[in-house]
């Protein structure tokens, strides 16, 4: 659905303010609480709180994360998701979000009422209360800004740092093909897995997969140390090329690293117990440079996605 | 400045993404706390706290909320400043921050440099951690939205409910002629202000004043009740209309109503001493419907900043 309209009667500009925001309290119904733990202060105020937090801000962009082909209620779905993807990353549980709106005025009421409902039931699913936004006017712009508030699963939080030479790597799911696919709108964050995995004390590091794996390894490669993935043991979406696996991104998965002490055999047992649905694959080791074995996936050789290019 | 270069190898683009992130460490410099507790994580990991918070976002938006007359550094201290705003309109004080920046390809390094050392400058004055952020490209766009948690500065939160027929209306410092006058970057959040405020028991409700009084007063009129205004007291900039006073906009002062019963001539004499330097003006009250005193500012005359228009 394209979001723009040529009738000024049915734009947003239209209904103006007031009726706008009357709107979004309506679309967001429940997933929204009353002021002033909701929409409608100069601020939110969440319920009190113990201990640590985590924070995350994702967009999404009309011709970048989004085109007329993505139904405007997946990309409400979607913009939440991709934060609970970072939260799932570190072993965090969502507590509450905030949306910042940048729309044109020629933005149709029925693509931003869609939007606003795939939205709210994305939210009720996983119980995060959209607590606040903002509004405001750009020319030839649909982009909307989530900010996601969030806490530890459990006593602990899992960092892309911590890796060691000699740790083995995984990784959730298939990966590649992401647009093809509809996966990236798609996909299920891995929340019950990432707070699984940072309950596991072999799980030294841990990050999702957004920009190709290619690039976000990197990220959790301590110094001293280098990959050594086997190509045949990719998972690769149906289809798809190794270049694609490494190189697509916006696979909203999970790559961990496992220390080397850790039965393995044991440990996957126990993840197949949790998560029968959810495919894990081990898919090389962190090695002391020179250490590769022959055959082993040269990362430089692929390309992430690049931000701003 | 103008945000955007000629030259491909001034631009944000040309550096690439690696460089960029690496410069945004560099410019922000003490402002962002090192990883996990600031940028370079999934999340950003905020260090245990207690009691109820306080959420809020606001962007700055190029062609809406600045132009090429206003200092790049000013415009990243702007970006902060209207989200503490809206967090002493409630009594609060800064936690942490997250920046969600949209950039076209061609934004000049400089520009954004000295917004980022604009935003760092104003957060550590502020004291508040930038603690992530995410950077996306968007085709003619230059924006960035900020999303501020805080936390209550007292044992009391004010909101924008409360305020009864009877109650006395009061402004801090001057309004109209933002723009013109160049306020509408220069001002000073009323943090300490909103603070001492919350701990009066006569203040009743309260709320900042950014799309003007005329507009923003509205949501402190509770039901049965109107507002009386004597247009004589209106704190006007200097060389400004009432007209400009009501409707301008982005004024970033409070506006709280006090119980009738308050001894009005103890409170202002404790407000002179805390704050011999910022006025505090007396506009009316909230009366029922039919009681207003003859002369009166009708507020329905004049209209404030009307978004999506």
Not at 73 to 84: E, Q, T
Not at 108 to 134: K, M, N, T
Not at 257 to 278: C, N, Q, V
Request: with cysteine; proline share 6%; hydrophobic share 40%.
């Amino acid at each position: 659905m394209h979001p723009f309209t040529k009738h000024f009667s049915d734009s947003v500009s239209a209904w103006g303010e007031e009726k706008l925001i009357a709107g979004i309290r309506r679309w967001l119904g429940t997933a929204s609480p009353r002021s002033p733990f909701g929409i409608g202060d100069d601020c939110a105020v969440l319920p009190a709180a113990r201990g640590r937090q985590l924070l995350t801000v994702d967009p999404v962009i009309y011709g970048r994360h989004f085109d007329d082909t993505v139904p405007p209620c997946a990309v409400g779905a979607k913009l939440l998701k991709r934060n609970l993807s970072d939260l799932a990353a570190m072993g965090g549980r969502p507590t509450a979000a905030v949306l910042a709106l940048t729309l044109d005025a020629r933005v149709s009421r029925q693509w931003l009422a869609e939007f606003y409902r795939g939205l709210a039931a994305c939210a009720r699913h996983y119980r995060v209360p959209i607590v606040g936004g903002d509004i405001a006017q750009a020319d030839g712009v649909v982009a909307a800004s989530l900010t996601l508030l969030g806490r530890p699963a459990g006593p602990r939080i899992v960092t892309r740092t911590g890796a060691r030479p000699g740790d083995w790597i995984y990784v959730t799911g298939v990966l590649g093909g992401s647009r093809r696919s509809r996966h990236h709108y798609q996909f299920t964050p891995r929340l019950a897995e990432g707070a699984w995995l940072a309950g596991q004390r072999g799980v030294r590091a841990m990050m999702d997969v957004s920009d190709g794996l290619a690039k976000d390894l990197h990220s959790l490669t301590p110094r001293g140390a280098v990959t050594a993935l086997d190509p045949a043991a990719l998972p690769r979406r149906a289809g798809g090329t190794v270049a694609a696996a490494l190189s697509d991104g916006e696979d909203y998965e999970l790559v961990f690293t496992l220390a080397a002490r850790t039965p393995r055999a044991e440990f996957e047992r126990s993840w197949r117990r949790a998560f029968p649905r959810t495919r894990l694959t081990c898919i090389g080791r962190l090695v002391r440079p020179g250490d590769q074995p022959a055959g082993s996936l040269n990362l430089d050789d692929y390309r992430g996605y690049e931000h701003l290019r």
